[in-house]
């Protein structure tokens, strides 16, 4: 199947830093991505999603200046959590469509986020 | 927007015994997963299946979309069955969006 590949696994950073997450399609194009966030014990929330070439859209309640999406390429979508801290520790993951606008949905690995 | 139960929430089966994990949605959909997390949170897609039934060896899913649910079979549980089941639809309104469903922690046990 399609690969995503998402970088770091793991981060701890100290309250205030900003962190950078990268969500790479190895093996196809994807014009679309999308980024959720996981609670502990949780299901996954869609937080925004990542649109090549244009701006991201978020959905409700998540915070656009606090969580900044960057889709510069058809492999690459970045996502930074800026100014963080210990509330926004959490499991970001990354997934994209294979198709070009729908299909079976992949995901990364994710990124285990720890604010101290 | 869609809403996603799943149910059971929690689930403990005895090693080498068969479950029925249920995934119900609220409005028509394009697409529906079903995705297994291990323990290290890692997402394993098990199933692409807006329609219909498929197997994968011990697994199999079937849905039935103009009902608005899907099911997963589990036979001959294994411990490395263990984990969280989601299924996740994507609705039929032209946004795209994924919506993922609470989620069925399973443990089985030997």
């Known amino acids: 199947g399609a690969v995503v590949s998402q970088h770091p696994s793991w981060v701890i950073c100290k309250s205030g830093t900003s962190v950078k997450i990268e969500c790479r399609s190895l093996d196809f194009q994807a014009t679309t991505m999308f980024w959720y966030r996981q609670f502990p014990k949780q299901s996954l929330m869609l937080m925004a999603t990542?649109?090549?070439?244009?701006?991201?859209?978020?959905e409700q309640g998540v915070e656009k200046d606090k969580f900044l999406i960057n889709h510069a390429s058809l492999t690459l979508s970045t996502l930074t959590v800026t100014s963080a801290h210990p509330e926004d520790s959490s499991f970001y993951i990354c997934s994209a469509w294979t198709g070009v606008n729908t299909g079976e949905l992949f995901f990364g690995e994710g990124s285990r986020l720890t604010v101290l | 927007g869609i809403q996603v139960e799943q149910s059971p929430p929690d689930l403990i089966l005895q090693e080498g015994a068969n479950s029925t994990l249920r995934c119900n949605f609220s409005d028509s959909v394009n697409n529906l997963q079903w995705f297994h997390q291990n323990p290290w949170g890692q997402l394993i897609n098990l199933f692409y299946i807006p329609s219909g039934t498929k197997q994968n060896g011990r697994l199999s899913a079937t849905t039935v979309a103009t009902e608005r649910y899907s099911l997963l079979y589990i036979s001959s549980s294994q411990t490395t069955d263990s984990g969280v089941y989601f299924c996740a639809v994507e609705g039929s309104g032209g946004y795209q969006k994924v919506t993922f469903g609470t989620g069925t922690k399973l443990q089985v046990i030997p």
């Open positions: 990542s649109n090549e070439g244009s701006k991201a859209t978020y």
